[in-house]
Each structure stands twice: as structure tokens, then as C-alpha cells.
């Protein structure tokens, strides 16, 4: 219980990588407050699981990540139930896909918000606090593309990009503050997301299920395999600990060698 006394916010975590974050962060013995999108009963009961099974207390904020004013009281919740924020991660993340010259604006101002923005909006917020009792843990989720670019993705790579970029500023000015701030870059994760992509993947492109895994989902990743989810979220838990004390404004890669060539 390494956590034991701590609480959290992860943003985006309903599914996938930050519930996988959640839950680590729980087994470890920290409050949680989860965020993000979904069937509301689906989300009521990974809630109550989180209680349950791991014996502390988790908390749901429907908080939209493109708005501020919402990503601000999501923070005050979390201030208000648990006392404190002690360990901030910015998970919440969207993707789209076109040529820059047909990129939707609305697509794009969107992705900045929720990938970017909403990241400073969060860590604005939970600061003040981290300062006044000298720790902090602030985890960012990036991506491989906050280190490499591949086409068609303007503004997820810009966001990524930014993210790193926001990483390493805000760990300066923290450094002596006690409060660590890093980001984890991870490319393919096995998700229900990536794995819910793969039959139609199949039909545009006439291929089996393993060539579409392989020659077009891992043909950036040296290794040929998946990242994981629990793989994502052991690498936070250990940012959380006091061995990862002086790691801080980095860009953890954790890409099966993918920015590596």
C-alpha cells in the first residue's frame, strides 16, 4: 500500500489505459477519482469495483476535458472529497485522422483541448496544493508521436508534441517543490479501442486479422507486440514512488523500440 494516505485524479479513465491507471493506483491504497465517457451504469459499477476490491474511496466527475470552468470544479470535487490531490494524471486523449488540407477545424480545436489543454487546465488547478505540502506526482499520457510524427495525424502529433513540451516546463518549475511531472509515451496499447478498429481494417484493405495486426497496427514497433495496459499503468505506479523521486521532465518511451530507429 504505497499509496496508503494519497489521492488521485485520472482523467480519461472510464476505459482502457487510465482505468488500467486507476485501478494500480488503488491497489496501491490511493483515493481515485475517474473521469471520461461511457454508459453510466458501466462506469457506476468500475466505481464501486475500484472501493470494493481495493478498499478506498473512488469517485466519478463527468467533468468534458474541452471545457475549463468543468475541469476546474472536477479538481475542487476531488479537493472537497478526499482533502487533497496528490497525484495528477492527464490521460484523456482523442484521435482523428485526414489530410491537413481537409482537417475539420472543429476536429482540430478539439484535439488541442482535450489532448493539450485540458492537461494545463488540470495542472493549473491542482499546483497550489501539490506545493503547500512539498509532493506531487503529475503524470502525463503521451504518445510515440510526442517524439515522431506519421501523416495525417496534424493535431494529434502537435498535441503530443505540446505535451512533452508542457512535461519539461512545468518540472522546472517545480523541481525544488518536491512535485515530479513526466510523461509516459506509449505506442500501441492493446485497447478495446485499437482491437474494435481491426475488422474494419480488414475490409478497406482485403487483409486477415494478423496482417492487419502486424503489417499496418505493430509495423512501427520493432518488437511486434502490443503494449499493455497494466504494463502502462505498473511504469505510473513507479513514477509515483519515492525510488522515482528524481525522475522528472522526462519522456519515458515505452513503444516496443518504435522511436528507437
Keep these: 500500500m504505497m499509496l496508503h494516505s494519497k489521492s488521485a485524479i485520472v482523467t480519461g479513465s472510464t476505459s482502457g489505459i487510465g482505468l488500467a491507471i486507476a485501478r ?34 473512488a469517485i466519478y466527475s463527468p467533468a468534458d476535458m474541452t471545457k475549463p470552468d468543468q475541469i476546474a470544479g472536477m479538481v475542487h470535487q476531488a479537493q472537497e472529497m478526499f482533502g487533497a490531490v496528490d497525484i495528477l494524471v492527464n490521460n484523456a486523449g482523442i484521435q482523428f485522422v485526414s489530410p491537413i ?14 489532448n493539450l489543454s485540458s492537461a ?49 516546463t512545468v518540472a522546472l518549475e517545480l523541481a525544488t517543490h518536491g512535485v515530479t511531472v513526466n510523461c509516459i509515451s506509449p505506442g ?6 485499437v482491437e474494435k ?10 487483409m486477415t486479422r494478423e496482417q492487419v495486426i502486424n503489417d499496418v497496427l505493430l509495423e512501427a514497433q520493432p518488437t511486434k507486440q502490443f503494449v499493455t495496459v497494466d504494463q502502462v499503468a505498473a ?5 509515483c514512488s519515492d525510488a522515482a523521486s528524481q525522475i522528472t521532465g522526462t519522456n519515458l518511451s515505452m513503444d516496443g523500440g518504435w522511436t528507437a530507429e
Design 101 to 114: 488540407e481537409e482537417f475539420p477545424v472543429e476536429k482540430w480545436d478539439q484535439i488541442i483541448a482535450i
Design 235 to 239: 511504469l505510473a505506479v513507479f513514477l
Design 188 to 193: 500501441y496499447v492493446w485497447t478495446p479501442l
Design 197 to 206: 478498429q481491426i475488422p474494419d481494417t480488414m475490409n478497406a484493405r482485403n
Design 24 to 57: 494500480a493506483l488503488a491497489q496501491e491504497g490511493a483515493n481515485v477519482l475517474i473521469n471520461g465517457f461511457g454508459e453510466p451504469q458501466e462506469i457506476e459499477k468500475e466505481r464501486a469495483s475500484l472501493e470494493a476490491e481495493f478498499g478506498i474511496k
Design 120 to 168: 494545463f487546465h488540470a495542472i493549473r488547478a491542482t499546483v497550489p496544493g501539490m506545493k503547500a505540502r512539498k509532493w506531487g506526482r503529475i503524470i502525463n499520457t503521451a504518445s510515440a508521436h510526442s517524439l515522431v510524427a506519421s501523416p495525417f495525424k496534424a493535431a494529434y502529433v502537435a498535441a503530443k508534441h505540446g505535451t512533452a513540451g508542457l512535461t519539461k
